[in-house]
């Protein structure tokens, strides 16, 4: 019996063709780079444990990789993060190793880790997995600043219930394709090997 493919193959093996063909202008990728920077530092700032623990790694540069992305970031003696400079030696290289977006999008929908190449300093490796693990962005307390509490509220349960919808869908598919649950999710090593 022939196997039915994914109605995103097509759009899989587009984004790969046109991806690899057409880069961003630098200041583009710059500027993007930087309000991410931004947002991790307003989320660091809200819990004093990840700001202590990103302050012992001070001046450590961690490299993120993704298909033809890459971001450097440093770790600042204020306990946040910046942009390493151009051309900064990474001490830990963090490659996200699902080329499709779509793949990776069901993967974190479905609240499992993105398999990962770690490569470099494995006390940093550790430090940036506690982070992943414990800090989350207070949506609600920022939309509170903004709408007040009862509207931010009452839009967190909205989006909350729409997330576990979309988990419960994405898990259903899961089941019906018959992939396990976490099956292609891990954290690969320096050799390619789980």
Do not use: C, Y
Request: charged share 20%; glycine share 8%.
């Amino acid at each position: 019996m022939v196997k039915p493919s994914s109605p995103f193959a097509f759009l899989n093996d587009l984004l790969n063709r046109v991806g690899s063909r057409l880069q961003p202008p630098p200041w583009a990728v710059h500027e993007v780079q930087h309000r991410a920077v931004l947002f991790l530092n307003h989320v660091l700032q809200q819990e004093p444990e990840a700001q202590q623990r990103v302050l012992r790694q001070q001046g450590k540069v961690v490299q993120f990789q993704w298909r033809f992305v890459k971001m450097a970031l440093v770790a600042t003696p204020a306990g946040l993060l910046d942009l390493a400079a151009e051309g900064a030696v990474p001490d830990l290289t963090l490659t996200l190793t699902e080329a499709s977006p779509f793949d990776l999008a069901r993967t974190t929908l479905s609240g499992d880790k993105p398999p990962v190449q770690i490569v470099g300093d494995v006390q940093l490796a550790a430090e940036v997995n506690w982070l992943v693990d414990h800090v989350r962005w207070d949506v609600e307390d920022d939309l509170a600043r903004v709408i007040g509490d009862v509207p931010a509220h009452t839009v967190s349960n909205a989006a909350r219930r729409g997330v576990q919808a979309l988990r419960k869908f994405v898990g259903d598919r899961r089941a019906a394709t018959g992939a396990a649950p976490g099956a292609d999710a891990g954290i690969v090593g320096p050799s390619g090997t789980a």
